[in-house]
């Protein structure tokens, strides 16, 4: 792992009590520190690279379990729930990483100027995938920490960082992942399109037949393919995305478990609290209060 990494990263939350994320004013990038390895925690991954300059991550995707470690990134390419854990941090080499949103507006501009444009990966292919971050990926990530200690150059010169950042990575190893989500942009593939519907209308009782339809695949097939490239059926997908939803709101809205439950879709308080126990491993008020009370340590 390149040290100018290391170092920008151990710079920035030297500056900043706590652990993380941490959000920075660059648009875009947050920073993570850890001094300890952490129990899995429910996230949505958005498009994004995650880059690991110091310890080890995993990442959970239904049935998929991706490691990474210093030098390496994970790469997802479609909005998937998963479980991040980092599973290696101490406070003499605490974890570092950084996390990069990638615009896929900005993607697809860059890809239509290259030549020879990158292959987008198959529909089937998965969303999610690790590689090594050297050379000038390493340098764009970089540069981008060091931005986020200087306000007023930010404007200036986030937006060509992006840019550079983008057609490295499109020219990368997995170049294909991101060339599909550029793609997208413009048309989104099947069961991209159709985990779009299903992403934005997570709360509301959604017939796979339906999205089979969306995807103009048999039922069998699309199910088939939804899989191959989220790691989980439909319904996992949905009820990730639900219970996602429901710890946020209890959180940071002060819901009652009862009420993000019917928030959310579920008709039965019951069943929402045991599959909410099932996935983060208390129930509901339980696991809120817990949380509260890490946060105000």
């Known amino acids: ?8 990263l151990t710079l920035f939350t030297s500056r900043r009590p706590g652990e993380s994320p941490y959000a920075t004013g660059v648009p875009g990038l947050t920073i993570l520190r850890s001094e300890t390895a952490r129990m899995p925690n429910l996230l949505v991954y958005r498009p994004v690279l995650c880059a690991v300059a110091q310890g080890s991550k995993t990442a959970t995707f239904g049935e998929r379990r991706v490691d990474y ?23 003499s080499e605490p974890f570092l990483g950084a996390i990069v949103e990638l615009d896929v507006a ?8 290259m030549e020879p444009r990158p292959r ?20 764009a990530v970089t540069r981008l920490v060091q931005l986020a200690d200087t306000p007023a150059a930010i404007p ?17 190893p997995q170049g294909g992942v991101l060339a599909r989500l550029a793609a ?13 519907v299903l992403r934005d209308r997570f709360a509301e009782p959604v017939r796979i037949e339906e999205l089979a339809s969306l995807a103009q695949l048999s039922t069998s097939a699309f199910h088939r393919q939804f899989k191959q490239v989220t ?3 439909p319904l996992q997908y949905q009820k990730q995305l639900r219970l996602h939803e429901a710890r946020r709101l209890m959180l940071a809205d002060a819901s009652s478990a009862e009420a993000a439950a019917y928030a959310v ?33």
Do not use: C, K
């Open 184 to 196: 997208s942009h413009a048309t989104p593939g099947r069961v991209i399109g159709a985990i779009r």
């Open 120 to 139: 987008p990966a198959p529909d089937d292919e998965p969303a999610a995938a690790m590689i090594r971050i050297d050379g000038p990926v390493a340098d």
């Open 106 to 113: 900005l993607l697809h501009d860059v890809m239509s100027s």
């Open 265 to 297: 879709g579920y008709e039965s308080p019951s069943q929402f609290s045991r599959e909410y126990a099932r996935m983060f491993g208390s129930p509901p008020r339980r696991d809120v209060t817990n949380l509260r009370s890490s946060a105000s340590v």
């Open 231 to 233: 790691s989980m059926t």
């Open 1 to 8: 792992m390149p040290d100018a990494l290391i170092d920008a």
């Open 69 to 91: 470690e210093a030098g390496q990134a994970l790469v997802v390419g479609v909005d998937t729930p998963a479980l991040g854990e980092v599973t290696q941090a101490s406070p």
């Open 156 to 172: 200036i010169l986030q937006p060509a960082i992006m840019r550079e950042l983008a057609a490295w990575m499109l020219m990368g």
